[in-house]
């Protein structure tokens, strides 16, 4: 078995072309199980040494944020976005993001994305659309949905869809 390191799972992810979406998810399935592990071993407290640095950080958010979305099709997919947006909380109050490259810090804010508080959404919003003024063509796409994500929450308090999730907690 592959020892899990933080180096790895964040390579998974940002190797990908997110311009083209479908297909990008389409390669991160392919590391399904991969990925599980890396999850389990999280929620056995295994992981808990990367919470030391902004790249151990950033593997965690991808681990709570990205992963359950992947390996889970029900309210598990949701169950750690808690946890994911107190380390998002804590790289945005540090300052720890500036570490990190442009690709990863679209991943460190996307607990904030798919935050269902105005206030996050803002914030993910300002992040990304200072990542799309240094990079139009890479990340227009995430700003466009950034856009639309806070017009939703200002308007709803929460996304429509998600009401939906039997046993959901907002």
């Not at 640095?53 to 709570?64: C, H």
């Not at 099709?73 to 570490?99: F, H, M, P, Q, V």
């Not at 679209?106 to 240094?134: D, G, V």
């Not at 949905?145 to 046993?167: D, L, M, Q, T």
Request: charged share 40%; glycine share 2%; aromatic share 12%.
């Amino acid at each position: 078995m592959e020892r899990c390191s933080a180096e790895r799972l964040i390579e998974i992810f940002t190797s990908q072309d997110w311009t083209k979406r479908s297909e990008a998810i389409k390669r991160i399935e392919k590391e399904k199980e991969v990925l599980k592990r890396y999850y389990e071993r999280a929620k056995l407290g295994k992981l808990g040494a990367w919470r030391r640095s902004p790249r151990g950080k950033l593997a965690l958010i991808l681990i709570y944020d990205q992963i359950p979305r992947v390996i889970f099709r029900d309210e598990r997919a949701y169950a750690t976005d808690k946890l994911a947006r107190e380390l998002t909380r804590e790289l945005y109050e540090s300052g720890e993001y500036r570490k990190l490259s442009d690709e990863e810090q679209l991943f460190a804010f996307l607990p904030f994305h798919h935050s269902e508080r105005l206030e996050e959404q803002k914030i993910a919003n300002r992040m990304f659309k200072r990542l799309y003024e240094r990079n139009p063509k890479r990340f227009e796409w995430i700003y466009r949905a950034s856009c639309e994500y806070v017009k939703i929450i200002a308007k709803h308090g929460a996304f429509p869809h998600r009401k939906k999730i039997p046993k959901r907690k907002r």
